[in-house]
């Protein structure tokens, strides 16, 4: 009953990269923040939950846990960088969001989920080393190790190495922003949540690389002794992973999408139908 059709849906975006476009910096900014401390927080509540599971069922819990943070980020209308990178595209291409403005929205925000990651990174480090007093434990253990995977091997895998990076952030955020847009399909909690479930899942039970993840695991991985060093991390995984990211969102699912449902049938473009069996005509519309 509160499914929003496609067409709708793809107005909704619109309406939306208007409005983001539209904020001022310190929203972006706040509002970017909480997103990426959730992130971070759902990050590691997923390297938790999987903590000594074997492979595939590690991937499974850790899939079905991590979205929790992205559902929050959705019900409480927060900004995220890489949901972005496919809204506002939309609102480009329909003449609602300028050049200017979709770049403005992307930097503030970017800075802001980067804020929000570090500031819970550096919380996480302190508590779980007793302000750095002893070993950090399995999380922390963890957390340097997938640092190490997400830098280290590419770097040693050379030109290949950052293609990887790059190709994993394509695909990821192809789910991730379609998380986002998903996110407006129904007009009720339960259903936004159950609806940005599915493809959020899917990209961390995948080991994808998102670049606002990436901001809290590499940090707080430093923080903790990782042997990585920030040029490391910029230029093996969050340079190409986030232009990676701005692919998947942008073409793949923000303006695929537009172009897929640009084109209205016959029935949408005369109206709803009148009466009470019209209007359950309309709503069963795939």
């Known amino acids: 009953m509160d499914h929003v059709a496609p067409h709708a849906l793809m107005d909704a975006v619109e309406a939306a990269a208007a409005k983001k476009a539209g904020l001022d910096v310190r929203a972006l900014l706040f509002k970017g923040f909480l997103s990426g401390a959730l992130l971070?927080?759902?990050?590691?509540?997923?390297?938790?939950?999987?903590?000594?599971?074997?492979?595939?069922?590690?991937?499974?819990?850790?899939?079905?846990?991590?979205?929790?943070?992205?559902?929050?980020?959705?019900?409480?209308?927060?900004?995220?960088?890489?949901?972005?990178?496919?809204?506002?595209?939309?609102?480009?291409?329909?003449?609602?969001?300028?050049?200017?403005?979709?770049?403005?929205?992307?930097?503030?925000?970017?800075?802001?989920?980067?804020?929000?990651?570090?500031?819970?990174?550096?919380?996480?480090?302190?508590?779980?080393?007793?302000?750095?007093?002893h070993e950090p434990g399995a999380l922390g253990a963890k957390l340097v190790a997938v640092a190490e995977s997400k830098t280290l091997a590419y770097e040693q895998a050379g030109a290949h190495g950052w293609l990887t990076a790059f190709v994993k952030g394509i695909l990821c955020n192809w789910m991730v922003a379609l998380g986002t847009v998903l996110g407006l399909s129904s007009t009720s909690s339960a259903g936004k949540i159950a609806s940005v479930w599915l493809p959020v899942s899917t990209f961390f039970a995948l080991a994808l690389e998102h670049s606002v993840v990436n901001m809290f695991v590499v940090p707080a991985a430093i923080v903790l002794g990782a042997d990585i060093t920030v040029g490391q991390w910029l230029a093996w995984n969050q340079v190409p992973v986030t232009l990676g990211n701005v692919v998947g969102g942008a073409l793949l699912t923000g303006l695929l999408l537009h172009y897929a449902h640009a084109s209205r049938t016959t029935t949408e473009a005369a109206g709803p139908p009148r009466g009470a069996a019209g209007a359950v005509a309309l709503r069963t519309l795939p």
């Open 40 to 133: 971070a927080y759902a990050t590691a509540f997923a390297f938790k939950a999987s903590e000594g599971l074997p492979g595939g069922m590690a991937a499974l819990v850790a899939g079905a846990v991590f979205p929790v943070g992205f559902a929050m980020i959705v019900l409480l209308g927060l900004e995220l960088a890489t949901g972005n990178f496919a809204v506002l595209p939309v609102g480009l291409v329909r003449a609602r969001v300028s050049w200017p403005q979709m770049l403005r929205n992307w930097g503030w925000v970017y800075l802001g989920n980067f804020v929000g990651c570090l500031f819970v990174g550096c919380l996480l480090a302190l508590a779980l080393t007793g302000a750095f007093v």
